[in-house]
């Protein structure tokens, strides 16, 4: 039998060893990360999300330029146009840019070269790169600030990701260029200078700085990332010693989200445990005060609390998802990966539509209607933020939504700093990289995840080779299994990442067993969901669609929008109960659909039916769902008859109710 070594790796020892692991040489004075992103290509997605990216490609992401000509034609200022110059362009291309490698699509590839190209020859003498001449106001476009640091941020992730796929080092040439511009004008003309959003999202450029640092070792970048960090908003300090995140408008959520992994980055030079604290703690405080069952927070555009019935940004969804990718690769630590996946598997799919050419600004943990109706969010925009449309809510959506899955099928496997291979989220791929000095391996992840158990790996390589593989036990499991070659070699308790090492031959197999159990949290009012491994379930609600033709102000909000209307009641509460009593109470019924879009009503692969009960007191309310009953109120009117209801997969709903008021004991 193979000698086999493995251990367990807590996040707090991942955390401790940090800067002492060996890995590919960083710079003096950066710390080594426990794992590193690999070349954009070198992740192949498969299965259900190669089908989701195919979406994309077919849907609003490869065809935005024609979808929405307004800013995205070639009057675009990135374009070296006087049409929008600001974010929507780079917003668009960060997402097309890893479509395009992911799929290695020579068209969406001839889309994005016109983007790269003119940025890299848009730069002047003193350093200076992008739109520079700023133009009257335009109505549906932003054309002026274009000196602001703010979407330069964007451009240079953009870049960044195509070295990645590229090595064109004409990249490198650029960015060295424009950070001693940077390191020049920074003092006289900051971060704020402009507009305030560069200030809070300034994690990014700090990113891109380190990043080009470990290539080059250019001392001044260091200074650099030291000036940016000065200049932006201290999110340590505010989740640590301030009620920010308590405090109902404080800050906008799209700001937070992406704003927010700028400790993680930071801590890459400066590697002091205040700033993993401030996250552990930020991260907590987040959804003590603003948490949803969908993963994210309330916050329509500011911080807006917990209630179920206030919006999500689909901006935070995908911004929030790229800073927990950042967090894990920097940290290793397995409450980052969890995170990822819940919005990842529930508020990402469900916001936007099956063809991906539509979407909704904000979405509701409990959502019973979308209609064009002004409704209690911080910010509205025409009545249209629930309604799935091109341009509902506001267009910053429409341009920004594609990175979301991208970027997620990008970090499903990280090399390690002990010269192995993570996989540290699970989905359907294949990736090819190179372990243990230098031998290439490829691994093929064969899973119906996140809807079942099992999650099977298959190794091939041209010569043995010894190399340790990571594989995450997530916290919500109980005790998951890892096999190799059909023998149980470990059985490990969740919260932990498991290093398996040995002598790998071409066909081994890892069987990597994820048990899941149903389990409930408590939200707002002391409501219920009921959730299982990543995904949270919710009721399934029929739906009456109704496209509609805007002809009120399609220039703001688009030409059409889709309103949803329920079909069956939703006013459904569930049984409180102990745990010992949720599997018997709540039914698991695979319902036999294999496809390779499980993210719908009709092509749910997994429910559960239970038993609940109608309240009739809770109604509509300014065309949503009205204020939820608090649990357990006393003498709270029910229905005396029990009704068996079906819970879906969160990220299968348009309509749903997701955190649950209760209706007695069981």
Known sequence: MMKIKFSLLLPALLLAATAFSQQTN?????????????????????????????????????????????????????????????????????????LAYLLKDKELIAKVKPWVEWSIKSQTADGYFGPSKDYP???????????????????????????????????ITLMTNYFKYQLKELPSKPLDNWT???????????????????????????????????????????????????????????????????????????????????MKKGFQDLRKYNGMAHGLYGGDEALHGNNPTQGSELCTAVEMMFTLESGLEITGDVNYADQLEKIAFNALPTQISDDFQTHQYFQQANQVMLTRQMHNFGDNHGGTDVCYGLLTGYPCCASNMHQGWPKFAQNLFYTTADKGIAALVYSPSEVTTKVAGGIEVTILEETNYPFEESIRFTLKTKKSVEFPMHLRIPEWCKKGVIKVNGETILESKGNQIVKVNRLWKSGDVIELQLPMHIFKSKWYENSMSVERGPITYALKIGEDVKVVENTKDPLEYGTSYTEVRPTTPWNYGLFDMSEDKLKDNFKIEITGKNTNYPWNLENAPIQIKTKAKRIPSWNLYNEMAGPIPYSHIYGLESEREEEEVTLVPYGCTTLRISQFPLVGRK
């Open 26 to 98: 960083p710079r003096p004075g950066l710390i080594e990360t426990p794992y590193k992103e690999l070349p954009l290509g070198a992740i192949k997605p498969q299965g259900w999300l190669l089908e989701m990216l195919v979406r994309q490609k077919n849907g609003s992401t490869g065809q935005l330029d024609k979808l929405y000509p307004a800013v995205m034609n070639e009057r675009n200022g990135w374009l070296g146009g006087d049409g929008d110059q600001w974010e929507r362009g780079p917003y668009w291309v960060d997402g097309l840019l890893p």
């Open 137 to 171: 106001g335009e109505r549906g476009i932003q054309r002026d600030n274009s000196r602001d640091w703010w979407p330069k941020m964007v451009m240079l992730k953009i870049l960044k990701q195509y070295y990645s796929a590229t090595s064109d080092k004409r990249v």
């Open 196 to 278: 305030y959003w560069a200030k809070y999202r300034a994690g990014d450029n700090l990113m891109v700085v380190y990043w080009l640092y470990n290539i080059t070792g250019d001392q001044f970048l260091l200074e650099l990332g030291d000036l940016i960090y000065k200049q932006s908003f201290d999110f340590s300090n505010a989740f640590l010693n301030t009620d920010m995140l308590s405090k109902m408008g404080s800050i906008h959520t799209v700001n937070l989200a992406q704003g927010m992994k700028a400790p993680f980055i930071y801590y890459q030079h400066h590697p002091e445990q205040n700033y993993l604290d401030a």
